[in-house]
């Protein structure tokens, strides 16, 4: 995580937040610094006596171009699957240390992030392995469980931060595909299966020395696992135009991925119609990735069109027509 000392009016409500936490007392100073690189919430680094906490507010309009909002209780569903997810692996999250209406803090961690890691072309396939485990033991410990289901009524804020950003405002731009974008849309919305964290991506998962740390669960939703497995496999894909120089290792670690996450037929067959969809989010939704330029962008469009429109059945089949296309 980067820290940047620039103040704006969040470090009052900040340090509102650390008080009703009971970290620090009313006119307690405490040095805290603002991170940068998030877009949904105000996040700080804030060192105290026994060590740097990080304190995470959502905010209700997210910083995109477009305009995009999104109800700030999601902030309470974060702290909840991290909450269950260092129940089923522990030690994939950061400590959790308590949490108000619109914040919570965790246990800061000095560690680096998995994107960086990526674009400087370091891709380890055994790591994106224990991402695919990772995943896949939080999805079935997960599975079939009502009383999680019950904790996590997130079908409205999924639907305004992943739904319609990705699915049904790049349908909007290629209303020739909106048959094939509204049928993911809605199989997926209807797919209730387990915990989904929403949204795994490299910037999410630091790398920690005993495996993946994964952070902003902030989409968090009781629902299909195919959802955070073909978002994360859309990321390894994208990141072969960023570093072309390691997208024959990024590819091994969509195998090393998928390998891990284990075999589910039902599952990978949602999840491989998703992932051209979601490439093409990426470069035409509300939430285009930031490090392709217009060139790499066409690419995408021009690999991932005929696969929404002609939708694979396995995710294999995603990855030979994405190795075909770069050479």
């Known amino acids: 995580m980067k820290v940047d000392d620039q103040r704006d009016g969040s470090r009052e409500l900040i340090v509102a937040a650390l008080i009703r936490l009971g970290l620090i007392g009313p006119g307690k100073a405490v040095a805290m610094a603002q991170l940068t690189g998030g877009v949904s919430s105000d996040i700080w680094r804030v060192d105290l006596p026994g060590g740097p906490v990080c304190i995470k507010r959502a905010l209700p309009r997210l910083r995109v171009a477009a305009h995009w909002e999104a109800p700030i209780e999601r902030n309470r569903y974060e702290y909840e699957w991290l909450c269950i ?3 089923a692996v522990p030690g994939c999250v950061p400590r959790i240390m308590g949490r108000t209406d619109d914040s919570f803090s965790m246990e800061f961690k000095d560690l680096p992030v998995w994107k960086v890691v990526l674009r400087d072309g370091k891709a380890d396939r055994d790591f994106a392995g224990a991402v695919g485990m990772c995943l896949r033991r ?3 410990a997960t599975a079939a469980s009502s009383e999680i289901a019950a904790r996590f009524p997130t079908d ?12 049904i405002a790049t349908s909007r731009r290629h209303p020739d595909l909106a048959i094939q974008f509204t049928g993911l849309a809605e199989r997926t919305a209807a797919t209730k299966e387990c915990l989904v964290h929403g949204d795994v991506s490299p910037k999410n998962i630091l790398v920690g020395s005993e495996g993946p740390v994964f952070l902003d ?4 939703w009781y629902g299909d696992p195919a959802f955070d497995l ?4 859309n990321h390894l894909l994208l990141k072969c135009l960023w570093v072309p120089a390691a997208s024959h290792a990024f590819l091994q670690c969509f195998d090393a991925l998928v390998e891990a996450y284990g075999p589910d037929t039902p599952l990978e067959r949602r999840a491989a119609s998703l992932l051209p969809a979601l490439l ?3 470069v035409n939704g ?7 330029d217009a060139t790499a962008q066409q690419h995408v469009r021009h690999t991932a069109i005929p696969l929404v429109a002609q939708p694979p059945t396995t995710l294999e089949e995603v990855r030979r027509s994405w190795q075909r296309s770069l050479t």
């Open 230 to 233: 073909a978002f994360c496999l």
């Open 217 to 220: 669960a902030e989409c968090a």
């Open 286 to 292: 509300k939430s285009p990735v930031e490090y392709l």
């Open 156 to 167: 409205a804020i999924f639907r305004a931060i992943r739904i319609e950003p990705y699915l």
């Open 280 to 282: 093409l989010a990426r």
């Open 138 to 140: 939080i999805h079935d």
């Open 85 to 87: 997810a260092a129940e």
